[in-house]
C-alpha cells in the first residue's frame, strides 16, 4: 500500500461496461485508492482464469469482489492485515 492510498488490482477486457463502472464506483468510494488496471484480452493465461467473469478487483493478491463494487468487502479486505494467501 502506497501514502497515496491502496493499490487495488481491476481485471478487465476491452470495451467492458462493467469494468468501467466498477472503476468509477471505487473512485467515488475510495478517492485515494490507486486502481491499476489489468486487461486481460491479450494474456492467455489471465483468460483462462477469468475469462468473461470480469471484474474482479483484487488487493494483495487476493479477490475481494467481481462484477459489482461491495464496499463493506472491500473496507473488510483494507481493514484486514495482508496474508497474500489466495493468489488471484
Keep these: ?16 461496461g462493467l469494468c468501467e463502472q466498477m472503476e468509477a464506483a471505487i473512485h467515488d468510494a475510495f ?10 484480452d491479450d494474456d492467455p493465461e489471465l483468460m483462462g482464469r477469468f475469462g468473461r467473469d470480469v471484474p474482479v478487483l483484487a488487493l494483495d493478491d487476493e479477490v475481494v469482489c467481481k462484477h459489482f463494487l461491495d464496499t463493506a468487502r ?8 495482508s496474508t497474500g494467501s489466495r493468489p488471484v
Design 74 to 81: 472491500l473496507h473488510a479486505a483494507l481493514r484486514a492485515p
Design 1 to 16: 500500500m502506497s501514502d497515496a492510498g491502496p493499490e487495488l488490482l481491476l481485471y478487465t477486457r476491452r470495451r467492458c
Design 31 to 40: 478517492p485515494g485508492a490507486i486502481v491499476r488496471r489489468v486487461e486481460i
